[in-house]
C-alpha cells in the first residue's frame, strides 16, 4: 500500500510517501515557510532515492497551495515516485495532541476532526497545524482515507501516579492538567526494535524493562516495561523533563513568578524565553545544536562545557529514575540526532553506571554504525544492552495507518 505521511507544522508541511509491504520511502521532503510573509519566499525541498535532491520555490501562502505543490511535485515526470495521484491508497497524519481522547491511531472522521479540536488549547502551535494539513487532504485528495498518529498516545498507558501532578485535583478534572508525554510515535518505534533484539537475547517481550532517549532537537525519555509506556519525561507541553535545544526542561516552578515579579516578564514573554531561549541555547550562549555546542566547548568555552554537562547529567538521572520505576533495566535505547549522533553524550550517559548494570564499550560507542535493526554499543558482558537505533516515526505513521486502512 502506497501511504502519504503528512506532518504539518505552523509555517512547514514534511511529508513522505511510503509504500509499506516493503516498508521502503519513494520520496520525501518538506515545504518550508509556509504562510510567512504570505509564502512569498516559501520553498520545497524534494528528495527521492536514487535522484538529485530537488529545491524548488514558489509562493505559498497556506497549507493547501503548499500541499498542491507536493502532491504535483509528487507525480511531476522528472521527480516524481508515483504517475498518478490515485495511487496514493491513504494519508496518515502526525498530530501532537490527543489528550486522553486516543489511545492509539485512527480513521479520521468529524468526532475525530472534533476532538482534535477540542485539544488544540493544550497544543496550540501544534493542533491547529496539523488540522490545517488534514483539511488540505480532505480538500485535495477527498476519497482517500486518512489517519491520525498521535504523539501523546503510546503514553496513554500511564497510571496515575505517573501521569497526576501535586496539584489540587479539581485541575486536572476540570482542566485537563497532567502528564501527557510526547515523542510516542518514536519511543514507540524503537521500542519495538528494540524489543525484537532482547527477544532474541532471550528475555520475553512482556518482561522487557526499557528506557528509551529521544535526544533531538526536542527531548524526551520514557519508561517501557513489557512493551507499555510508564512514564515519561515531558509533561502538559513538551517543556518539561530533560534540557533541549531551546527548552529548559525541568525547573523549579517558582522560577515561573519569579520571572513575573521581579523581572516584569508577562505570560507571552515566559513562555517565548522557557521555550526558545533556555537549554543547549541559553546555557551556552552559542546555539541549540549540539555540534556546534560540542565545538564550542572543544575550545574551551566554558558555558558550552556546562550546557553538555547539564544536558547529560539530567538523561543519566532519568536512567536511574526510570530503572527505579521499572524495578530494574535491560537496555537503554538512544535515537534522533544527538542520541544517534553524538557518541560523547551517549558516554557521559552510560558511565559509572555499572551499579546498574550497564558497562558501555567505547569503541563500539565511538564507532557506532547506523543499523535500521540498532547497533548495540555494550560490552557483551553487560547486563544492560545499550542500542542506538535510528528513529523512524513517518514509517510508524505509515505502519497504522495502512493497517487500519486495511480493515476498513
Ligand atoms: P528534531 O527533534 O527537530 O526532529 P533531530 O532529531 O533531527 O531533530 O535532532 C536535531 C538535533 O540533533 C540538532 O539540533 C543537533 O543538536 C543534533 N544533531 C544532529 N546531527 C548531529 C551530529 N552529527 N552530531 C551531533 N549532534 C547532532
Given at each position: 500500500?502506497?501511504?502519504?505521511?503528512?506532518?504539518?507544522?505552523?509555517?512547514?508541511?514534511?511529508?513522505?510517501?511510503?509504500?509499506?509491504?516493503?516498508?521502503?520511502?519513494?520520496?520525501?521532503?518538506?515545504?518550508?515557510?509556509?504562510?510567512?510573509?504570505?509564502?512569498?519566499?516559501?520553498?520545497?525541498?524534494?528528495?527521492?532515492?536514487?535522484?538529485?535532491?530537488?529545491?524548488?520555490?514558489?509562493?505559498?501562502?497556506?497549507?493547501?497551495?503548499?500541499?498542491?505543490?507536493?502532491?504535483?511535485?509528487?507525480?511531476?515526470?522528472?521527480?516524481?515516485?508515483?504517475?498518478?495521484?490515485?495511487?496514493?491508497?491513504?494519508?496518515?497524519?502526525?498530530?501532537?495532541?490527543?489528550?486522553?481522547?486516543?489511545?492509539?491511531?485512527?480513521?479520521?472522521?468529524?468526532?475525530?476532526?472534533?476532538?482534535?479540536?477540542?485539544?488544540?488549547?493544550?497544543?496550540?502551535?501544534?493542533?491547529?497545524?496539523?488540522?490545517?494539513?488534514?483539511?488540505?487532504?480532505?480538500?485535495?485528495?477527498?476519497?482517500?482515507?486518512?489517519?491520525?498518529?498521535?504523539?501523546?498516545?503510546?503514553?496513554?498507558?500511564?497510571?496515575?501516579?505517573?501521569?497526576?501532578?501535586?496539584?489540587?485535583?479539581?485541575?486536572?478534572?476540570?482542566?485537563?492538567?497532567?502528564?501527557?508525554?510526547?515523542h510516542?510515535?518514536s519511543h514507540?518505534?524503537?521500542?519495538?526494535?528494540?524489543?525484537?533484539?532482547?527477544?532474541?537475547?532471550?528475555?520475553?517481550?512482556?518482561?522487557?524493562?526499557?528506557?528509551?532517549c529521544h535526544l533531538g532537537?526536542?527531548?524526551s525519555?520514557?519508561?517501557?516495561?513489557?512493551?507499555?509506556?510508564?512514564?515519561?519525561?515531558?509533561?502538559?507541553?513538551?517543556?518539561?523533563?530533560?534540557?533541549?535545544?531551546?527548552?529548559?526542561?525541568?525547573?523549579?516552578?517558582?522560577?515561573?513568578?519569579?520571572?513575573?515579579?521581579?523581572?516584569?516578564?508577562?505570560?507571552?514573554?515566559?513562555?517565548?524565553?522557557?521555550?526558545?531561549?533556555?537549554?543547549?541555547?541559553?546555557?551556552?550562549?552559542?546555539?541549540?545544536?549540539?555540534?556546534?555546542?560540542?565545538?564550542?566547548?572543544?575550545?574551551?568555552?566554558?558555558?558550552?562545557?556546562?550546557?553538555?554537562?547539564?544536558?547529560?547529567?539530567?538523561?543519566?538521572?532519568?536512567?536511574?529514575?526510570?530503572?527505579?520505576?521499572?524495578?530494574?533495566?535491560?537496555?537503554?535505547?538512544?535515537t534522533a540526532?544527538?542520541?544517534?549522533?553524538?557518541?560523547?553524550?551517549?558516554?557521559?550517559?552510560?558511565?559509572?553506571?555499572?551499579?546498574?548494570?550497564?558497562?558501555?564499550?567505547?569503541?563500539?560507542?565511538?564507532?557506532?554504525?547506523?543499523?535500521?535493526?540498532?547497533?548495540?554499543?555494550?560490552?557483551?558482558?553487560?547486563?544492560?544492552?545499550?542500542?542506538?537505533?535510528?528513529?523512524?516515526?513517518?514509517?510508524?505513521?505509515?505502519?497504522?495507518?495502512?493497517?487500519?486502512?486495511?480493515?476498513?
Amino acid at each position: 500500500m502506497i501511504v502519504l505521511v503528512v506532518n504539518c507544522g505552523s509555517s512547514s508541511l514534511k511529508y513522505e510517501l511510503i509504500e509499506t509491504d516493503a516498508e521502503q520511502s519513494l520520496a520525501s521532503g518538506v515545504a518550508d515557510r509556509v504562510g510567512v510573509n504570505g509564502g512569498t519566499d516559501a520553498v520545497l525541498k524534494h528528495k527521492r532515492p536514487g535522484c538529485p535532491d530537488i529545491e524548488k520555490s514558489k509562493p505559498m501562502p497556506d497549507h493547501e497551495v503548499a500541499l498542491d505543490f507536493v502532491l504535483e511535485t509528487l507525480t511531476a515526470a522528472d521527480c516524481g515516485a508515483i504517475k498518478d495521484l490515485s495511487e496514493i491508497h491513504a494519508v496518515g497524519h502526525r498530530v501532537v495532541h490527543g489528550g486522553e481522547n486516543f489511545s492509539e491511531s485512527v480513521i479520521i472522521d468529524g468526532d475525530v476532526i472534533a476532538a482534535v479540536e477540542e485539544v488544540s488549547k493544550l497544543a496550540p502551535l501544534h493542533n491547529p497545524a496539523n488540522l490545517m494539513g488534514i483539511h488540505a487532504c480532505t480538500k485535495r485528495l477527498p476519497d482517500v482515507p486518512q489517519v491520525a498518529v498521535f504523539d501523546t498516545a503510546f503514553h496513554q498507558t500511564m497510571q496515575p501516579k505517573a501521569y497526576l501532578y501535586g496539584l489540587p485535583y479539581e485541575l486536572y478534572l476540570e482542566h485537563g492538567i497532567r502528564r501527557y508525554g510526547f515523542h510516542g510515535t518514536s519511543h514507540r518505534y524503537v521500542t519495538l526494535v528494540a524489543a525484537r533484539r532482547l527477544e532474541e537475547a532471550g528475555i520475553p517481550a512482556e518482561d522487557q524493562k526499557i528506557v528509551t532517549c529521544h535526544l533531538g532537537n526536542g527531548c524526551s525519555m520514557a519508561a517501557v516495561l513489557g512493551g507499555v509506556s510508564i512514564d515519561t519525561t515531558m509533561g502538559l507541553t513538551p517543556l518539561e523533563g530533560l534540557m533541549m535545544g531551546t527548552r529548559c526542561g525541568d525547573l523549579d516552578p517558582a522560577i515561573v513568578t519569579y520571572l513575573h515579579d521581579k523581572l516584569s516578564l508577562n505570560s507571552p514573554e515566559v513562555d517565548a524565553l522557557l521555550n526558545k531561549k533556555c537549554g543547549l541555547l541559553g546555557v551556552s550562549g552559542v546555539s541549540s545544536d549540539m555540534r556546534d555546542v560540542k565545538k564550542a566547548a572543544s575550545e574551551g568555552n566554558m558555558r558550552a562545557q556546562a550546557a553538555i554537562e547539564i544536558f547529560a547529567y539530567r538523561v543519566k538521572k532519568y536512567v536511574a529514575a526510570y530503572s527505579a520505576a521499572l524495578h530494574g533495566l535491560d537496555a537503554i535505547v538512544f535515537t534522533a540526532g544527538i542520541g544517534e549522533n553524538e557518541p560523547m553524550v551517549r558516554r557521559l550517559v552510560c558511565e559509572n553506571l555499572a551499579y546498574l548494570g550497564v558497562l558501555l564499550d567505547r569503541e563500539r560507542n565511538e564507532n557506532c554504525a547506523k543499523e535500521r535493526d540498532g547497533f548495540d554499543i555494550a560490552r557483551p558482558n553487560s547486563q544492560v544492552r545499550v542500542y542506538v537505533i535510528p528513529t523512524n516515526e513517518e514509517l510508524m505513521i505509515a505502519r497504522d495507518t495502512a493497517e487500519l486502512v486495511a480493515s476498513i
